[in-house]
């Protein structure tokens, strides 16, 4: 069982619908999450990150985790086009200077206008 | 505001030729500093980590090596390119936390 699973997609939504993209992993050690967004042949963004379990909420996105179910979600409200691209799950059993992340392998959505 | 730059964006390289690439942090000081490799289908791959000038830690015995010369660069370097070496590399910083923030790549073929 690999650490960090997420759905290999691709998505594709038409505009304004809500979105959610998940990850399931399996190391109960992880307690820091955070959602990458990654645009076509560019480096990936942080998006939102979070410790423990819990919501976070910032504009249009919500990051959920569920750490007795090993279970994380991004969703993603009122969907744009400009939100087409590759989004990519990391996680971290610890913080400070060697904290090691380990990344699912991302999942394309593509907003249809 | 912290930036982070990468150079060159892309690379065309025979097999058997060296590779140097570099990674240059803006904006903050003793940055935590990574090489990923980012290969189709196979998500971020963790190369290197370094915390400071000189201390790099290999995650991955391959065909490459890292060094630190100065607190906020970071170079990835090859001696002789294998065709598996092809992909999109990433170098990312971070302070003291687990949030980690990359740039904008360098993507290399090996021919």
């Known amino acids: 069982q690999k650490e960090v699973e997420q759905d290999p997609g691709p998505l594709s939504v038409p505009e304004g619908a809500i979105v959610s993209l998940n990850c399931t992993y399996s190391?109960?050690?992880?307690?820091?999450f955070m959602w990458y967004r990654q645009y076509s042949r560019k480096g990936p963004e942080l998006l939102m990150y979070?410790?423990?379990?819990g919501n976070k909420e910032d504009g249009r996105f919500t990051a959920q985790v569920d750490k007795s179910s090993k279970y994380i979600s991004l969703f993603i409200r009122d969907s744009q086009p400009s939100d087409s691209a590759t989004y990519l799950c990391?996680?971290?059993?610890?913080?400070?200077?060697?904290?090691?992340?380990?990344f699912g392998k991302g999942i394309t959505l593509s907003v249809r206008p | 505001s912290q930036t982070i730059h990468q150079w060159p964006a892309t690379l065309v390289q025979p097999v058997g030729s060296p590779l140097s690439l570099e990674c240059t942090v803006e904006?903050?000081?003793?940055?935590?500093l990574y090489w990923y490799r980012q290969a189709a289908g196979r998500g971020l791959q963790l190369l290197f980590y370094?915390?400071?000038?000189?201390?790099i830690s290999s995650e991955v015995p391959q065909n490459l090596s890292a060094s630190r010369p100065q607190d906020r660069q970071f170079i990835l370097s090859s001696k002789k390119l294998l065709l598996s070496d092809s992909g999109f590399y990433l170098c990312?910083?971070?302070?003291?936390?687990?949030?980690?923030?990359f740039g904008p790549g360098t993507r290399l073929t090996v021919t």
């Open positions: 979070t410790y423990s379990s």
């Open positions: 370094s915390v400071g000038i000189g201390q």
């Open positions: 990312a910083w971070s302070r003291d936390t687990y949030e980690q923030y």
């Open positions: 904006g903050t000081s003793n940055p935590n």
């Open positions: 990391a996680m971290s059993a610890n913080t400070g200077a060697n904290s090691k992340l380990t």
């Open positions: 190391n109960s050690a992880f307690q820091y």
